[in-house]
Structures are given as C-alpha cells and as structure tokens.
C-alpha cells in the first residue's frame, strides 16, 4: 500500500484514516498528518517501512515500542490509537501533538525557572508511571519530548525502551543505548545498570538543559566527554536557584546507588513548588480510615456461598498467585489450602517478620501487612482474607491495600510466593486450582 497516490492527492489506510501532508521523517520512519474517517479526528500516522526495518535487524524494537506504547497510558505521554499492517509497511496511529517539540523551545534560550519545573515536574509523572509498569525509556532527550497545544509536555519514541524482562539474571540491564550527551555514566560503563536511575539520570540532563540553555558535559571529543560523566564533571551556572543546584546535583549523581529517586525527587523543596497538596498526605489519610475499618474487620472466617465462590475466582481458577504470567499487573492473588486459617496467617507473620519491612495486623480472617518504607507510591499494604469453602477448605484472597502495583508484584513474586507454595492446595490432577 502506498503512502501517496500517484497523482500526489492523500490516500486512504485500511478503509479508516486519510493520510495527508508530511510532517516529519527519520531514518526508518515518516510521520504524516491523517484523519479518522468516521469520528473526523487528526491523527500522526508513523508509517515505517518493513523491509528496511528486517534489513538491520530492527523488527524486535518496532514490536517493543508497539506494546510499551499499548500499555503506557498517561497524560504526558503520547498515546497510542492503533497498529495497522500491510505487505510492506506498518502503520501507528498515534496521538497528534501539535505544539512541537521541547528542543525547538530550549533552541531559543534557557526557559524561566518556573516554566522548567512545570515541565519537569510533567517529564517526573510520566516516568515514574512507566517505571511502575517495569518500563524504561533509555531514551530521554528534549528531542523525545512534544508538547501539545495547551503547553503539556508529552514523552515519546519508545524504540529504545526496555521491559522488567529484559532484565538479566544480575537484574539489570545491559544493553548500550541512548544518545550520548544524555547517557547515565553506569551506561558507558557496559557493567549492567538499573533502568530506572539511568532514565532519572537522563532526568537531571534536560532539568539542567531547560535551566541553563546549554548541556552539562560537552567536548568535541566524545570519549573526553564520556570521561566527565563518567567523574560527573559539570558546573551549574550562577542563575540557578540553590535549590535547583542541590536537585541537579543530586540528579546528576555518577554513583547510581545513592543518586536520588523518584519519590525523593517529588519530595524535593525546588520540586514540590507550586505543586497541589502531596500524594502521600492522602496516603497517610487513607492508613488511618484502613486501620478503623481493619478494628471493624475482625471476625471468624465468612462461609461462602457459590455466588461467592463465581465472583470470587477467575473461571474457578484460585492460583494465579503460583503461576508465571507474562506482564500482569494484578493487584489481587487467590490460592485455595486445606490448612487452618492458623497457618495461613503464621506463614503470613513469617514473610512480614523477614528482614522486618512489615508489620502485621491479624484477626481470625483478615491479615493486613502494613510497610516501613516508604515506596513509589507510599508505603506498600496488603491484605489476606481468608474464606472458609468448607470447614476444612479455604480460599485466601490477596490484595494491595496500598502502594505502587510493581512493588507489590515483585514482593509478591519474590517473597509471598515462595513462602506460600508449601501451602497451596493442589489437586489430584497436579493443578493448583479449583475446577
């Protein structure tokens, strides 16, 4: 399917968009202006062209960027419509962001220090969601930054991005990518790194880009300029603020271990200017109301009924939290046990007592593991009821009561799971689950 007809009038994709001008074009990729037939409504179309794609071995980061971008939806990031195919091209139907990029912005001279923690603070929200999904950009620049008609900062170009799964066994990551001004030091180092504080670094580039009109490490030579990120080598200008210089160097922190992170940033007193009342006030809020309705809770385990039983499970399936599912973000795991409820909350009180990051709330049917520390989200709680099917047969339902959906999936996984596996009933047929 061509881009254009032949006699240069627009064409149409697929029976649905109408492609129109050009608006821009890369080296695997053009964008055009289109509109959706039915609903009337422009769109940018990425047209990019298969064989040239296969031919350097790029398919597998067009597939990646297809389903981070299905699964990142948030305000400040562009959105995906839909993918479409023919022989010979794929097509992305996506958000149409007229207000240019940021680049073109910062081109003209450093942005007043109000206007870039706006920004900022817009580029914080976007990665800290992606980073709650297990995703990380590893492409940050003002380049990959758009800004729509009413100024609002959207990310994009999600072709260099990463999963939770591409992990290696140390977890990390160990791919080199990134554009190199912008690149975390730990990076170049081709040691391994942490996703989500090379993206933070890459953070603190375009904050001291915005405030300064210019980047932090420059040289002609790249590998003299490689050395001083490697050293974190920059100076602040004398305009920024003293708190801006205190976030930036800790931002721009070689040692990502003790550079700073997402909620620390939020926290921050440069960061939390003009921003609405705190999350985590909320958070503190809802604790208090939990731990009133938790004294309520306190009862013997509820018999259930079979509409209990149907609007409990899944299909009658009570195991998820024992079976390996690619990229879930459940905030809610069931498992069925012949043991008493006893058990099931000793073994609860073992996980919560273990390097004690938990502290535990119990009554005869209800379980609440309340954290210490505070996460992404606030701190991170969880909730076990236990059901009695039968006397001599429970259903335990987990949920997140509260805190980040990652860091619950990863506790679950790390922590619940194998702690729990001993157990879970299984039946004769060697299946966890009720059928």
Known sequence: MSDKGRDGSSTVLHGKYELGRLLGHGTFAKVYHARHLQSGKSVAMKVVGKEKVIKVGMMEQIK???????????????????????????????????????????????????????????????????????????????????????????????????????????????????????????????????????????????????????????????????????????????????????????????????????????????????????VRTKEEDRQELDDTLFEKSCKQPEILNAFHIISLSE????????????????????????????????????????DGKFSVKRSDSRVRLQGHETGRKGKLSIAADIFALTPSFLVVEVKKDNGDTLEYNQFCSKELRPALKDIVWTSSAGNSALA
Not at 140 to 159: A, H, Q, R, S
Not at 184 to 206: F, H, R
């Open 64 to 278: 990646r960027e297809i389903s981070v971008m299905k699964m990142v939806k948030h305000p400040n990031i562009v959105e995906l419509n839909e993918v479409m195919a023919s022989k010979s091209k794929i097509y992305f139907a996506m958000e149409l962001v007229r207000g240019g990029e940021l680049f073109s912005k910062v081109a003209k001279g450093r942005l007043r220090e109000e206007t870039a923690r706006v920004y900022f603070q817009q580029l914080i929200s976007a990665i800290d969601f992606c980073h709650s999904r297990g995703v990380y950009h590893r492409d940050l620049k003002p380049e990959n930054l758009l800004l729509d008609e009413e100024g609002n900062l959207k990310v994009t170009d999600f072709g260099l991005s990463a999963f939770t799964e591409h992990l290696k066994q140390d977890g990390l990551l160990h791919t080199t990518c990134g554009t190199p001004a912008y690149v975390a030091p730990e990076v170049i180092g081709k040691k391994g790194y942490d996703g989500a504080k090379a993206d933070i670094w890459s953070c603190g580039v375009i904050l001291y880009v915005l405030l300064a009109g210019f980047l932090p490490f420059q040289d002609d030579n790249i590998v003299a300029m490689y050395r001083k990120i490697y050293r974190g080598d920059f100076k602040c200008p004398p305009w920024f603020s003293s708190e801006a210089r205190r976030l930036i160097t800790k931002l721009l922190d070689p040692n990502p271990s003790s550079r700073i992170t997402i909620p620390k940033i939020m926290d921050s007193l440069w960061f939390k200017k003009s921003v609405p009342k705190s």
């Open 315 to 354: 299909g009658f399936d009570l195991s998820p939290l024992f079976e390996e599912k690619k990229r879930e973000e459940k905030e809610e795991l069931r498992f069925a046990t012949t043991r008493p409820a006893s058990s099931v909350i000793s073994k609860l009180e073992e996980v919560a007592a273990k």
